[in-house]
């Protein structure tokens, strides 16, 4: 018989972008990412202002509010957690060859910290509805309009006021553009707008706004809610300020900025490795996969930033990439060696089938069915009776290892 126990059966692979989309036709994950965020907008005054701020095409093409975004996060985050996208199965990802162990890791980083993640979508662009700015470029209708192309610094420096007025006008033209076009998806309509307006949305300082008071109350409150320690709360505010950083880091394989995060890691007493590998988890929700850019008449996902993150983070130390892979295969083999057990396929449920004693024939014998089921090769043959019990408790520890059928 042949098996394949990697951390679960692989499939085809498929293009992110065509995961993607077929995670948005997933009507059940988005019904529940939808109840999820307008509960919390119902509770929280600051989230149901964030879901309403817009955003433009060329960074956001995934849909014209912050809301589209955030949906698409949680979408695919709930995909993970129930198993519906895998990371190694994503063709991008997969032609990464020896990078498997990084991949099938990150994977599980989203999964053992679920809560955490779930926080950090509804959080992380909390302050986009008061950040907001706008640009636009010379005899672009945005700039006639008055949305004109100032400077990052100015940006920063913006009142509430100023703010709000270009928020409000922003607001108004795209409801009347949308009216006028009623035949159109909304995501449709956010193309069209821009082509005709060219209106550039951004946020100035949001990731470094989780640190004012208002913002990490609200960090707080939400924390609470999913019960999350105080201690990773703490790591969730240093997470989301720094959730932007990849993009600029990583723009290509960048070793040396590997030190960057090491020495915030060390600044709040974090583990360096454990404060990567979540890092990476939040640019794949926050980045890679919900926020869509439109390219040859198709809209995509750019897995690239996180691609040269993982390089980069094995060029700056090789050596610590061979013990990350020891401590996981450790870990992979306690979680085999506990279903092992319960499936009766361990040393002591083995030597009472096989009526053998303690010892190196023993251990051998052990080593080589326990080998044969790991790496999907034959299983040796012993008498009929027992090969059929053997075939039973091969199948009940398949049903432990892939509890959702695969």
């Known amino acids: ?15 992110l972008a065509d995961a993607v989309d077929r995670v948005l036709r997933d009507r059940g994950s988005r019904h529940l990412a939808d109840r999820a965020l307008h ?28 809301e589209d975004h955030l949906l698409l996060a949680s979408q695919i985050l709930s995909a993970v957690l ?25 994977e599980e980083t989203l999964k053992e910290n679920a809560s955490l993640y779930e926080t950090f979508v509804l959080c992380h662009d909390a302050s986009k509805w008061t950040t907001v700015c706008f640009d636009a470029p010379e005899g672009s ?9 100032d400077a990052w610094a100015h940006r920063h420096d913006m009142g509430i006021s100023e703010r709000a007025k270009f928020r409000a006008r922003y607001a108004a033209m795209y409801e009347t553009f949308r009216l006028e076009r009623p035949e159109l998806s909304p995501a449709e309509t956010q193309r069209q ?16 706004a989780i640190h004012s008071p208002v913002y990490r109350a609200l960090l707080d409150r939400v924390s609470s809610r999913r019960r999350l320690q105080p201690r990773d709360v703490d790591l969730l505010e240093t997470l989301i300020a720094h959730h932007l950083d990849p993009i600029a880091d990583f723009a290509l394989p960048n070793p040396a ?32 996969c919900g926020s869509r850019h439109r390219a040859d008449g198709r809209v995509r996902n750019d897995p690239s930033i996180l691609i040269n993150f993982l390089r980069s983070e094995h060029d700056f130390a090789p050596w610590r990439r061979a013990e990350k892979e020891r401590v996981r295969e450790e870990k992979k083999k306690r979680a085999r060696n506990v279903l092992f057990r319960e499936a009766g396929l361990d040393g ?15 251990g051998k014998v052990l080593a080589t069915i326990q080998a044969a089921i790991v790496d999907g090769t034959e299983i040796p043959k012993f008498a009929k009776a ?18 959702s059928g695969e």
Not at 1 to 15: I, L, P, V
Not at 193 to 208: K, L, P, Q, S
Not at 260 to 280: E, M, N, P, S
Not at 348 to 362: N, T
């Open 193 to 208: 707008f821009y082509a005709t307006h060219a209106i550039d949305v951004h946020y100035a300082g949001h990731d470094r």
């Open 257 to 288: 900025a590997i030190l960057r995060y090491h020495a915030i890691a060390a600044k709040h007493g974090y583990d360096a490795d454990d404060f990567v590998d979540l890092l990476q988890g939040c640019l794949f929700l926050d980045t890679v």
């Open 348 to 362: 002591l449920g083995l030597m009472d089938l096989l009526r053998m004693e303690p010892g190196p024939k023993f």
């Open 141 to 149: 209708g945005g700039r006639a309009a008055g949305f004109v192309a």
């Open 386 to 403: 027992i090969d059929v019990e053997i075939e039973k408790r091969i199948d009940a520890y398949f049903k432990l290892a892939f509890p």
């Open 39 to 66: 509960d919390e907008a119902v509770i929280e005054p600051l989230v149901a202002d964030a879901i309403k701020a817009p955003q433009s095409p060329r960074h956001h093409a995934e849909g014209p509010f912050v």
């Open 82 to 106: 129930g198993e519906k996208l895998h990371l190694v199965d994503i063709e991008e990802f997969a032609a990464l060859k020896g990078f498997e162990g990084e991949i099938e890791e990150l």
């Open 1 to 15: 018989m042949w098996r394949n126990t990697t951390a679960h059966e692989r499939k085809d692979t498929e293009f």
